[in-house]
DNA sequence: ACTAAAATATGATAAAAATCATTTTTAGGA
DNA sequence: TCCTAAAAATGATTTTTATCATATTTTAGT
């Protein structure tokens, strides 16, 4: 469903709902540990997410990881497509082709639907509101 | 969502569904080729499925793979289940671990009622039932 | 300016998934 | 009974994904 990778991606983003804002960054380090993610792997990931301005980050001494107000807009699907570059979502269930309307194969009809549901809330989602159900206890970030 | 390896899985056992029975057994080379998938690779997948009895299989001269009657009624998800191992399906969209009802993480609350309903229906949809949706014309087996 | 603390870039290694190749077993037919 | 065509078993290789390690910028503070 979502790779090794978004999920590391979105925690380490929900982190950093959490825990910074543009007077507050944190460090690779620090987002780390507590989501229990290997360092220099998520260094890379939140790398990757800075330059395409899903999340903030400033270099240097006193630098690090933040989320600005309008970084904190986006959709949860606008992570995903960084790091997995979209193509597992818009894939046929059954062929390694993309999923065609017109000449559906078996499984489109029953489960084509649903995945465009799921496709549809992780676009509407946005990084803030998810953020705050953790906020609230409704939710919890897993390690 | 699905492994490389279900696909060709469902798509194999749909062939088998549409051109063999206890009659008309049909060889692997035979399988492979129309619906595009490296004989020796499709070939473990259909020993897997022979052993777990999805599908029937007799070996020696004239032997080969088919589908016998109860092997028909058995339902998509048994497929995934074998090749697969179910562990994509009931792991959390967050963490690598299992989806967790009583923590839930931040995803759970959209996601989970489409993902149970996909698997519901993969649960309860047969062999069958899709093979004869491509009879009828209103499902096609992709390469 | 200089230094140290940070992200960034690049590339190497390890683990997992997919693919390929070879051998062994089984059973029908001469 | 022996040969041959088929699946089954085993194990090697390749490709992809995940992980690790090292060197290079950038920037705040002195
Ligand atoms: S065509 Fe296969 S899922 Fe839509
Ligand atoms: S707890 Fe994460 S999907 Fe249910």
Redesign the pocket.
Known sequence: ML??????AIKAVLFLALNSNDKK???????SEPIN?????I??L???L??QNIIS?????????YLSDNNRKQSIMSIIEV??GEKNFNSCMLSLKECDEDKPCPLHKTLYPFKSNIIRNLESISIKELALEVELGNAFLPL
């Open positions: 790779s090794k990778s978004s999920k590391y960054k944190v460090m690779v380090k620090d987002i993610v290997p360092q220099a792997y260094a890379k939140l790398q990757k800075s330059r980050s400033s270099r240097g001494r006193k630098g690090g990881f790091i997995d």
